[in-house]
């Protein structure tokens, strides 16, 4: 089993930061992709940016300049460093991985439970 614990979310204003964190464990052998989605309310989930093992990486338009994403692979853990923040930035923010367990032959989706950001003065 694969365990996706995410961390560093919480209340921040307008313009303000939040670095958010996301280790993996469990039965791990190799982890492709890792990436942060977020889902507000009402809407669906969307990607907001996600990094190859090789430190590759993509995000969405909406915070492109804003939003930082790196993974410190030896941790197994992935980060989005979040500045500028907006409400509309509000939102459960979910990770996910691609992870080859090491008890099974091929690659799963592994998603955390979330964690909530708001951005509200």
């Known amino acids: 089993q694969v365990q996706l614990v995410e961390s560093g979310g919480g209340l921040v204003q307008p313009g303000g930061s939040l670095r958010l964190s996301c280790a993996a464990s469990?039965?791990?052998?190799?982890?492709?992709?890792m990436g942060w989605y977020r889902q507000a309310p009402g809407k669906q989930r969307e990607l907001v940016a996600a990094i190859t093992s090789g430190g590759s990486t993509n995000s969405a338009d909406s915070v492109k300049g804003r939003f930082t994403i790196s993974r410190d692979n030896a941790k197994n853990t992935v980060y989005l460093q979040m500045a500028s923040l907006k409400p509309e930035d509000t939102a459960i923010y979910y990770c996910h991985a691609v992870v080859l367990s090491a008890t099974a032959r091929l690659f799963g989706d592994y998603w955390g439970q979330g964690t909530q950001v708001t951005v509200s003065s």
């Open positions: 469990g039965s791990i052998f190799r982890i492709s992709t």
